[in-house]
Nanobody
Framework: QVQLVESGGGLVQAGGSLRLSCAAS????????MGWFRQAPGKQRELVAT???????NYVDSVKGRFTISGDNAKNTVYLQMNSLKPEDTAVYYC?????????????WGQGTQVTVSS
């Protein structure tokens, strides 16, 4: 199993920056990719960014050019650098990891961290 612990959320003014961190522990060798999702009040959870074990990244269109996902394999930690934040970025951000064991895939989630962007 994998445990995910997020940190770095908070309150920031529009145009500001925040960096989220997600530290993984447990059977980290089985992680295939990690990512960040977010869920705003009254909305469905949406994918924000992902990074594979090989370092390939993917972003939702609304954050391209503003957010950067990166990983530190030595620390088993994934980061989400968020710049030029907008009020519509306000949400609870969740770290996600997908693992593979033989032919089985498993999903793990962090507890979530609140990001609030004031106008």
């Amino acid at each position: 199993q994998v445990q995910l612990v997020e940190s770095g959320g908070g309150l920031v003014q529009a145009g500001g920056s925040l960096r989220l961190s997600c530290a993984a522990s447990g059977t980290v060798f089985s992680i295939k990719n990690m990512g960040w999702f977010r869920q705003a009040p009254g909305k469905q959870r949406e994918l924000v960014a992902t990074i594979t074990s090989g370092g390939s990244t993917n972003y939702v269109d609304s954050v391209k050019g503003r957010f950067t996902i990166s990983g530190d394999n030595a620390k088993n930690t994934v980061y989400l650098q968020m710049n030029s934040l907008k009020p519509e970025d306000t949400a609870v951000y969740y770290c996600h990891a997908e693992t593979q064991t033989s032919s089985y895939y498993w999903d793990y989630w962090g507890q979530g961290t609140q990001v609030t962007v004031s106008s």
